[in-house]
Structures are given as C-alpha cells and as structure tokens.
C-alpha cells in the first residue's frame, strides 16, 4: 500500500470520536495498559479494546505484552 493510502486509511480511522480520544490518551509517549484506558474515555473494556485493536492495524498504535497488553503511539 502506497503512503497517500495510508495517510487515508489513518484519517478515516481517527474520525470515529472515541478512537480519537483513545488515541489522546496515548499523547506524549504514554503507555497505558487498557483498563487506564477505560477509565480515561468513560467505556466498556470490550468497545475500548476493538477500536484499540483497529488503531493497531491501521499502525497508529502498538501493543507490547500479550496477555495484559500495554498501549502505547507509535
């Protein structure tokens, strides 16, 4: 996939309001593992971990940890 579509893909990702403000959460090299996260954005840890799932596939985000995973910006 060329860099325009993936600037494109990323923009459409960040447009879904809760998926901005999770990845808000991550500003300034923060590492969060997903339960901080819940709290910050006010929902359940089910709708939080897809869209985190989402930001991670689009490359916004990484996991490190695989059974407690931690968020962090990429």
Known sequence: MDQMSDDKRRKKTLAHPLRSRIFGCL???RELPTTVICGEVDEQLSVVAY???V???TGLVRAE???????SRR
């Open 27 to 29: 500003d300034g090299g």
């Open 51 to 53: 869209h985190l799932r």
């Open 55 to 57: 930001l991670e596939a």
């Open 65 to 71: 940890g695989t059974t407690r995973p931690v968020w």
